[in-house]
T-cell receptor
Framework: SQTIHQWPATLVQPVGSPLSLECTVE??????LYWYRQAAGRGLQLLFY??????ISSEVPQNLSASRPQDRQFILSSKKLLLSDSGFYLC????????????FGPGTRLLVL | AQSVTQPDIHITVSEGASLELRCNYS??????LFWYVQSPGQGLQLLLK??????LVQGIKGFEAEFKRSQSSFNLRKPSVHWSDAAEYFC????????????FGAGTRLAVHP
């Protein structure tokens, strides 16, 4: 079966510091991968998606970037965090074709102070 | 443009009462429809999905949803709510083609009174 991991679970960072959040998927090959942000009391905003190694598409312009160095690894980064980057970050995966179902990880709560 | 509307931001029900969460979508093609549930501080868990066929779909935890094309709706129901059902519920529509993009509604937060 497939599992998806995210770490860290919680992160408190000062404004202006760098960020690296990691997501890994087990039990599947060549998945589509997604990063979402969920601000407090709000819905999900798709930030990035990837259909393969090194292939990243951005949905919204922002202070963040994403990379996919390995087939089942997806990283969300920032060089300098802003207060507005605070939120709950969710990684998800789906099969590359066929089913459109996305399966979500446990999330990372980021607080920028 | 594609969109998903969940008209109720908050709903409170008593334990044992029936539940219906509303979801309306705007999408020109045949939709793929999903309901997810999120407990506080957790990721999203898939409750059920509709791709085609029988318009009444059964999911986990005793939930069901009915696709009504004429009303562009995909409402979630449960005949008897348990206190553990308190969570936030998200409806989503999957777009044809592309990379399996999902459009999410803003969510409905469910509170359950004992």
């Amino acid at each position: 079966s497939q599992t998806i991991h995210q770490w860290p679970a919680t992160l408190v960072q000062p404004v202006g510091s760098p960020l690296s959040l990691e997501c890994t998927v087990e039990g599947t090959s060549n998945p589509n991968l997604y990063w979402y942000r969920q601000a407090a009391g709000r819905g999900l905003q798709l930030l990035f998606y990837s259909v393969g190694i090194g292939q990243i598409s951005s949905e919204v312009p922002q202070n963040l970037s994403a990379s996919r160095p390995q087939d089942r690894q997806f990283i969300l980064s920032s060089k300098k965090l802003l207060l507005s980057d605070s939120g709950f970050y969710l990684c998800a995966w789906s099969w590359a074709s066929g089913s459109k179902t996305q399966y979500f990880g446990p999330g990372t709560r980021l607080l920028v102070l | 443009a594609q969109s998903v509307t969940q008209p109720d931001i908050h709903i409170t029900v008593s334990e044992g009462a029936s539940l219906e969460l509303r979801c309306n979508y705007s999408y020109g093609a045949t939709p793929y429809l999903f309901w997810y549930v999120q407990s506080p501080g957790q990721g999203l868990q898939l409750l059920l999905k509709y791709f085609s066929g029988d318009t009444l779909v059964q999911g986990i935890k005793g939930f069901e949803a009915e696709f009504k094309r004429s009303q562009s709706s995909f409402n979630l129901r449960k005949p008897s709510v348990h206190w553990s059902d308190a969570a936030e519920y998200f409806c989503a529509v999957g777009l044809s083609g592309g990379y399996n993009k999902l459009i999410f509604g803003a969510g409905t937060r469910l509170a359950v009174h004992p």
